[in-house]
């Protein structure tokens, strides 16, 4: 990698396609909070994430923070905002207030067409909806997307970083994406 990337470190204890850790909300924060730029947390119940969470998290650390949820109008966005966040991820919209502080994710190549080249975008290999890996890659999305764009979902460890990704959120792998950091520190 010539140029450093960015990363967003996720701090998830279980997700709604079945995937459990068996590290706890407080041991997974620490290891974000070790390795990330920023720090990843989930507001969503579907991920066991809330409000309070985000609220505990600004508590414990000076980094920025993304408030991870869909966020699917804009009064959670301020919500996440009151509650700590620096950053909010919206999927599937563009929201109306607080542009400059929203990652937006879209759902397909054709959303990712209709953003505006200015705002912060979250390319997901994951259907949020199924669980399922898109058909639609990263490389095919930073073709339509020349701006800051993150690679999202399905990294492991270092070698799974894409070519020209601006940053990336690491969740489920975080454990095993911060020994790859190791190796290399």
């Known amino acids: 990698m010539n140029k450093k990337v960015e990363i967003i470190a996720e701090v998830k204890t279980h997700s709604p396609f079945g995937w459990f850790s068996n590290k706890s909300w407080d041991e997974l924060f620490n290891v974000a909070n070790k390795i990330g730029d920023i ?10 994430g809330s409000f309070e ?14 408030a991870k949820g869909i966020h699917d109008n804009d009064e959670l966005i301020q919500r996440a ?3 700590g966040a620096d950053w909010v991820l919206v999927v599937g919209r563009i ?14 190549l054709q959303e990712l067409k209709s953003i505006p080249n200015n705002l912060r975008v979250v390319w997901n290999s994951r259907d949020l909806f199924t669980g399922e ?4 890659s990263f490389a095919e999305a930073r073709t339509l997307y020349k701006r800051w764009l993150c690679q999202a979902s399905n990294i492991k460890t270092i070698n ?26």
Do not use: Y
């Open 39 to 48: 720090i990843s947390i989930h507001t969503d119940s579907r991920w066991n």
């Open 53 to 66: 969470l985000l609220q505990k998290a600004r508590k414990l650390t000076q980094k920025p923070i993304l």
């Open 81 to 83: 905002i009151n509650a």
């Open 95 to 108: 929201p109306k207030i607080h542009l400059d502080k929203c990652m937006i994710e879209p759902l397909t």
């Open 133 to 136: 890996i898109k058909k639609e």
């Open 160 to 185: 799974d970083i894409e070519i020209g990704a601006d940053a990336v959120l690491v969740g489920t792998h975080l454990l095993d994406f911060a020994k790859s950091l190791t190796r290399f520190t």
